[in-house]
């Protein structure tokens, strides 16, 4: 019972971590109209992350199998160490939700004739330069969905490697797979991409979208990495039995 109360805590604080990553990406393309960038994601863009996506990612984690580690770490004291303290906004907003931003505007950017929009009015632009603003919202859309997959994977665990504790969670690697269907369907499918504005992706143009969901997952191994160097060293010192953790 006591096992199973501390995984229920810990699935929820991963799930609202995971939420809360999106939130900086999804707001800095409206700040950013203000100064004459052209549009990055739409309304109807962060709604489709939020509803059709995100919140059924977050829900799965209920599923979620708990870490070799779990009963071997002291139990949270529930007056001084709140289920969401600055610790999960640092992470969410300032860390992983600044990556994904990063990535974002990354390649945003480096879409083709993207420097030249910032020159022009939305109001003024031709029919060509329209196209290519739905292509530059598409590959913002895409690195954000990708880049909200990379923080799905890698808040699935505090310490415990990815690589070692793998994706045993059957109903997240499903809402895996719908994310990048639906993501999919919304730039390649006609339909979607009138109701959303986009524009199909080159094969080149998708494969930079994945810059995101690398850079998360590569710094994410470093940080546990040096926690788990940190957790071992201090357990020698105090002539604790080390706990696999890798």
Known sequence: AM???????????????????????????????????????????????????????????????????????KPRHPLRQRMVDWTVLVYSYLYIGMIQAAACWFVFLNMPHMLDLMRKQASFYTAEEI???????????????????????????????????????????VCFALEVLLAAAVIFGEPFQRLFKTEPLTASQALMGCTGLVAIVFVEELRKA?????????????????????
């Open 131 to 173: 196209r290519w603003n739905y292509a530059g919202m598409a590959a913002y859309y895409w690195t954000l969905v990708l880049g909200q997959l990379g923080a799905a994977m890698v808040t699935t665990t505090t310490r415990t490697s990815l690589f070692s504790y793998g994706l045993p969670n059957r109903w997240l690697n």
């Open 226 to 246: 040096g926690l788990r160097w940190g957790d071992s060293r201090r357990d020698a010192e105090e002539g604790l039995p080390l706990v696999q953790q890798t």
């Open 3 to 73: 096992g199973q109360g501390r995984l229920c805590s810990e699935n929820l604080k991963k799930s609202i971590m995971y939420t809360l990553c999106s939130k900086i990406p999804q707001v800095m393309p409206t700040f950013a109209e203000l100064v004459g960038v052209p549009t990055a994601l739409t309304v109807t863009q962060v709604l489709l992350i939020d509803i059709g996506t995100d919140i059924w990612t977050a829900i799965a984690y209920a599923f979620q199998p708990a870490e070799a580690s779990l009963m071997s770490e």
